[in-house]
């Protein structure tokens, strides 16, 4: 059944205007008619069954009928803290990340990042990637939607996640792997804070200031993996150990 997000409260038996992106999809991409069943939902971990009331091509009424409770919450809370790259590769981290689970998505500006997001610029990014995590989220089955949080610096990460989750700095020179990694023991073990870099990798002074914040280096195998490879593989490997894939 297709999947809608809409960001208003949903209750049994309302009759809700879908917004117009929604609305175009139903009508002229998937043309469904009045009387098909759809789910919507709204991020409160809940799928509502509704049926198509009336459709035009930039307005569509559904009613509510149904509640179902939504499983697909991840069981780890991932916080990706992402180098900032190209639009495009942003735009593929984003969706494959959201599809995996992340909950958190931090965007930061590292020595060795070749791109920049103009201060001016950041509400209509954020905006677009917003767009971008429902959709993945539409497609996938989730609920919830991971929250994106402006760039900052590399200094002000190690501030914002001091004393918080499991830190993984990933670095490919490091000997150490993701099964060696050390849970803390006063920290929740399905709590996780992940720190990948621009193209260029981190510098060796970022990974060494990295560690006297906690964050500890991993590495993912033998090879070097692009930036958007090592968020994919980061995040099923994680899943892997202590989430939900086994």
Not at 8 to 20: A, G, T
Not at 40 to 46: A, L, M, R
Not at 48 to 70: D, G, H, T
Not at 139 to 155: C, E, H, K, M, W
């Amino acid at each position: 059944m297709n999947r809608f997000y809409h960001s208003d409260d949903i209750k049994i038996n309302e009759l809700i205007q879908l917004n117009e992106l929604s609305s175009n999809h139903i009508s002229r991409v998937l043309r469904m008619k009045e009387g098909d069943d759809l789910i919507i939902f709204n991020g409160d971990e809940n799928d509502y069954i509704a049926s198509i009331i009336s459709l035009e091509r930039k307005k569509v009424f559904v009613k509510i009928r149904e509640i179902l409770k939504n499983q697909s919450q991840s069981s780890i809370d991932i916080t990706l803290v992402q180098a900032i790259t190209s639009r495009e590769k942003l735009d593929f981290i984003l969706q494959k990340t959201t599809e995996l689970g992340v909950n958190k998505i931090q965007l930061m500006q590292s020595e060795r990042c070749n791109f920049k997001i103009a201060k001016h610029k950041e509400d209509s990014r954020i905006s677009h990637w917003e767009n971008v995590v429902i959709a993945a989220c539409e497609q996938s089955g989730r609920t919830s939607l991971p929250a994106i949080f402006n760039p900052v610096n590399f200094q002000e990460v190690l501030s914002l996640y001091k004393n918080k989750g499991n830190k993984i700095i990933l670095d490919p020179y490091s000997n150490i792997n993701l099964k060696q990694l050390t849970i803390k023991k006063n920290i929740d073990f399905h709590e996780f804070i992940i720190l990948i870099g621009p193209e260029g990798g981190f510098t060796p002074e970022e990974i060494c200031i990295a560690k006297k914040h906690d964050f500890q280096p991993i590495s993912l195998g033998k090879r070097i993996l692009r930036t958007e490879t090592a968020s994919i593989a980061i995040l099923s490997a994680l899943h892997a150990l202590h989430g939900d894939f086994v």
